[in-house]
């Protein structure tokens, strides 16, 4: 078992733990960073974050946010991000990633990916209630024993209300241009491939410069720090599979597993060996966390409603 890394520990260590809840499509951080700044990243998921403690802080979009205590934030999947602590006393967070599909099946009926993308509130920090009291039950559920019915009831909730604030608050999800969309494209389509600049200018049919200045400009990164991104997001899928860190740095292309250990944690905020398989490996004393935190989460809000009213 892991600790939990929402209690206990040396001071100013930064404590974390990753794991799949039996729901496909979604996976579950729980985590307290003092020190730790990730890497400029994006996610394939939707990234939806609730602040239990301190005050993050993180830049999207060409804008810098902060997300205190009792706020929750989103990142829309595939916009770059980082992430860092706001203060030195770090701060608090549970973290859902979930996946296009089941994203969609949550917000509604089934549409395409550009139409689930545009129901979206856009990226920043939210203070919407219904959606931060929804995020605090879905990971009371998703950490405890709770019933399959239960998980999934909480899970929808979450998406009730964030449709909701996104027919409020959503956005049209830019196009990629051409160049980088092709190299984008070609990237995924070989993610092991050892392609050189050159290489992959002439495959988008433009100069090296011209390649690096509009990748950049659409994807939030150059064309090496992408591909490192794609071999983390392979990796982190082989890891859930069972395979262990050597073998994983082997075939995602990294030097050894010191490198694939470093490269790792600054993209995802974890270890390898802090994944976990499953939610039943997940610490009892994290949903007792959990619990504590929701309990005075949903404190606070009441407080907040009775001094609007």
Not at 168 to 186: C, K, L, N, Q, S
Request: include cysteine.
């Amino acid at each position: 078992m892991f600790p939990s890394p929402l209690e206990g520990g040396p001071p100013g260590q930064d404590r974390a733990v990753l794991w799949r809840p039996p729901l496909a499509g979604v996976e579950v951080l729980h985590a307290r960073f003092r020190r730790h700044v990730y890497a400029r990243h994006a996610h394939e998921a939707l990234t939806l974050a609730l602040v239990d403690a301190g005050a993050a802080a993180f830049t999207c979009g060409g804008r810098d946010y902060l997300a205190p205590s009792g706020t929750a934030f989103m990142i829309r999947p595939g916009e770059p991000h980082t992430g860092s602590p706001a203060t030195p006393a770090g701060y608090r967070y549970r973290v859902l990633y979930i996946e296009p599909r089941t994203l969609g099946e949550l917000l509604g009926p089934p549409g395409s990916a550009g139409a689930t993308s545009t129901r979206l509130p856009a990226s920043g920090t939210l203070r919407d209630p219904r959606l931060i009291r929804s995020l605090a039950r879905a990971h009371d559920a998703l950490g405890s024993r709770a019933s399959s019915l239960a998980r999934d009831s909480a899970l929808l909730e979450v998406g009730r209300a964030l449709a909701e604030h996104g027919a409020e608050h959503g956005g049209p999800v830019a196009e990629v241009p051409r160049v980088a969309r092709i190299a984008r494209d070609y990237l995924h389509a070989h993610p092991d491939a050892d392609v050189s600049l050159k290489q992959l200018s002439q495959i988008c049919g433009v100069g090296v410069h011209h390649l690096i200045r509009s990748f950049s400009a659409a994807m939030g990164m150059p064309p090496h720090a992408y591909q490192t991104q794609l071999r983390v997001w392979r990796a982190r899928a082989l890891l859930f599979e069972g395979l262990q860190a050597a073998e994983v740095a082997l075939r995602t292309g990294f030097y050894d597993q010191a490198h694939f250990t470093r490269v790792f944690k600054r993209y995802t905020g974890v270890t390898p060996g802090q994944f976990l398989p499953s939610a039943s490996a997940a610490p009892a004393s994290l949903a007792t966390a959990s619990r504590r935190t929701s309990s005075r989460l949903q404190k606070a809000n009441r407080a907040s409603h009775r001094g609007l009213s």
